[in-house]
């Protein structure tokens, strides 16, 4: 990115920290991430998404938003979002709409997204999709009868795995997992 009427500028950003029950340690203790205290479950790396863009850390544009320095050089609008997530405890079961039902419903973008799996515990695996056809009752009694894995293709993953996530697949990522989120900028999301 360059600054207006200069040359080419490198600034660094610090992330916004998210602490939520299934997080973990590892974002503190092995990235510096956080404030230190308490357990961080995502680290917002690049991000212009309202609920937490990232903040120039030095450079002309010290102290301001990602969005704000976007606007600033007429740059537009930045459609990724990459985090960070230290899943010590298993996710909620979500799917997330697509863009056209997402603007239609939500006013905002749906969101396809990538994991790339940074280390995983042994026998760690996440949720990608059924494992057969299911139809509307059959998802509505599993959700009621409190048996909606069973229904689930389970993906077991180690280091280096790449798993692509299309708007509209449900998914969960389980316990043990640590993995960089590539996504649209958007937070539609439906638990299940």
Not at 73 to 99: M, N, T, Y
Not at 179 to 191: D, F, G, K, N, W
Request: hydrophobic letters at 40%; a negative charge.
């Amino acid at each position: 990115m360059r600054a207006k009427g200069s040359g080419s500028m490198i600034c660094k950003l610090r992330p916004a920290c998210k602490s939520y029950i299934w997080g973990g340690r590892r974002l503190i203790e092995e990235y510096g991430k956080g404030d230190g205290a308490g357990n961080l479950a995502e680290s917002w790396e690049l991000s212009c998404h309202p609920d937490g863009p990232s903040i120039a850390a030095d450079g002309p544009y010290a102290g301001r938003s990602l969005p704000e320095i976007l606007a600033v050089e007429s740059l537009g609008r930045f459609p990724v979002l990459v985090k960070l997530i230290d899943a010590a405890r298993d996710l909620s079961v979500q799917v997330h709409p697509d863009d056209a039902y997402a603007l239609k419903h939500e006013g905002q973008l749906g969101k396809t997204e990538m994991w790339y799996i940074i280390d995983a515990e042994p026998g760690a695996g996440l949720y990608c999709g059924f494992r057969r056809e299911v139809t509307p009752a059959q998802l509505h009694t599993a959700i009621e009868g409190n048996t909606l894995c069973e229904l689930l293709r389970r993906v077991p993953v180690k280091a280096g795995d790449v798993v692509f996530i299309p708007a509209g697949t449900v998914h969960a990522i389980g316990a043990g997992i640590l993995l960089a989120e590539i996504q649209q900028s958007s937070s539609v999301t439906y638990r299940l």
